[in-house]
Nanobody
Framework: QVQLVESGGGLVQPGGSLRLSCAAS????????MGWYRQVSGQRRELVAD???????NYAASVKGRFTISRDNAKNTVYLQMNSLRPEDTAVYYC????????????????WGKGTLVTVSS
């Protein structure tokens, strides 16, 4: 089995910073693109940022210049450094990854974490 576990969410004041982490574990052969999505209740889940195994990055226009995605391939972990946070960044943040697993069969699948809540409020 493969799982993604997020950490680092919480309450922060406007203008503050948070760093999210997401670690992939289990029967992993390779980890391809990893990313962060967010969802506000009643709205569609949207891409925040993603990063390929070669560290090419892609950001939503709303977070460009404020958020930075990075990864540690040796740890199968992706990070999201969030600076200059705004109330509109409040959402549940989900980790996503395309992973080649080895058990019970070798195949590539998309996995999601359970989400971590980020609240930006004074």
């Amino acid at each position: 089995q493969v799982q993604l576990v997020e950490s680092g969410g919480g309450l922060v004041q406007p203008g503050g910073s948070l760093r999210l982490s997401c670690a992939a574990s289990g029967s992993i052969v390779s980890v391809y693109t990893m990313g962060w999505y967010r969802q506000v209740s009643g709205q569609r889940r949207e891409l925040v940022a993603d990063i390929t195994s070669g560290s090419s990055t892609n950001y939503a226009a709303s977070v460009k210049g404020r958020f930075t995605i990075s990864r540690d391939n040796a740890k199968n972990t992706v990070y999201l450094q969030m600076n200059s946070l705004r109330p509109e960044d409040t959402a549940v943040y989900y980790c996503n990854a395309a992973i080649k697993r080895s058990y019970p069969i070798t195949t590539i699948m998309e996995y999601w974490g359970k989400g971590t809540l980020v609240t930006v409020s004074s």
